[in-house]
């Protein structure tokens, strides 16, 4: 077991890395890799940059 959270996220992210798996939203707006998920008003998925406020689906 992990000693940390860091140690597993660590770990999680080189087993990403290995499998080729990682996936990167960017803000359309401005470039950013600083990208939330969030729910949208009917139930969709919708994205926020929070380097910027733009948002969109």
Same mark, same amino acid.
């Given at each position: 077991?992990?000693?940390?959270?860091?140690?597993?996220?660590?770990?999680?992210? @080189?087993?990403?890395?290995?499998? @080729?798996?990682?996936?990167?939203?960017?803000?359309?707006?401005?470039?950013?890799?600083?990208?939330?998920?969030?729910? @949208?008003?009917?139930? @969709?998925?919708?994205?926020?940059?929070?380097?910027?406020?733009?948002?969109?689906?």
């Amino acid at each position: 077991m992990p000693a940390s959270i860091l140690e597993e996220g660590g770990h999680l992210l @080189g087993a990403a890395l290995i499998r @080729g798996t990682i996936t990167r939203l960017l803000c359309p707006s401005c470039g950013s890799t600083h990208v939330a998920q969030v729910l @949208g008003d009917n139930g @969709g998925i919708s994205y926020v940059c929070t380097a910027c406020g733009h948002s969109w689906s």
